[in-house]
């Protein structure tokens, strides 16, 4: 049974730095892609960052430079590590798996490309 498991969301203020984890079960975690996602209340759902199983990345515009996607395969785990955070990052943010190369594909920010996904982690940005 495949289970993504976020951890790490809470409430900061702006400029503060959160590291999201994701672990992963059930699957070959390092023969699958992996990618962020995020939703805030009243928006669509909207890819954050993904990385492929050679390690390829890609991130939305709006977080380049201040966040960094990494994974540990030795520990089936994914890591969003958020800096100089905005009140504009507030929402709920997802892990999503998928067999597919995402990233080499162009296709990583595509909801529908990803077969698995978490429960979702909260945060939250206080100006």
């Known amino acids: 049974q495949v289970q993504l498991v976020e951890s790490g969301g809470g409430s900061v203020q702006a400029g503060g730095s959160l590291r999201l984890s994701c672990a992963a079960s059930g699957y070959t975690y390092s023969s699958y892609c992996m990618g962020w996602f995020r939703q805030a209340p009243g928006k669509e759902r909207e890819g954050v960052a993904a990385?492929?199983?050679?390690?390829?990345?890609s991130y939305a515009d709006s977080v380049k430079g201040r966040f960094t996607i990494s994974q540990d395969n030795a520990k089936n785990t994914l890591y969003l590590q958020m800096n100089s955070l905005k009140p504009e990052d507030t929402a709920m943010y997802y892990c999503?798996?998928?067999?597919?190369?995402?990233?080499?594909?162009?296709?990583?920010?595509?909801?529908?490309?990803?077969?698995?996904w978490g429960q979702g982690t909260q945060v939250t940005v206080s100006s």
């Open positions: 990385i492929d199983s050679d390690g390829s990345t």
């Open positions: 999503a798996a998928d067999l597919g190369p995402v990233v080499r594909a162009g296709t990583w920010n595509e909801e529908d490309e990803y077969n698995y």
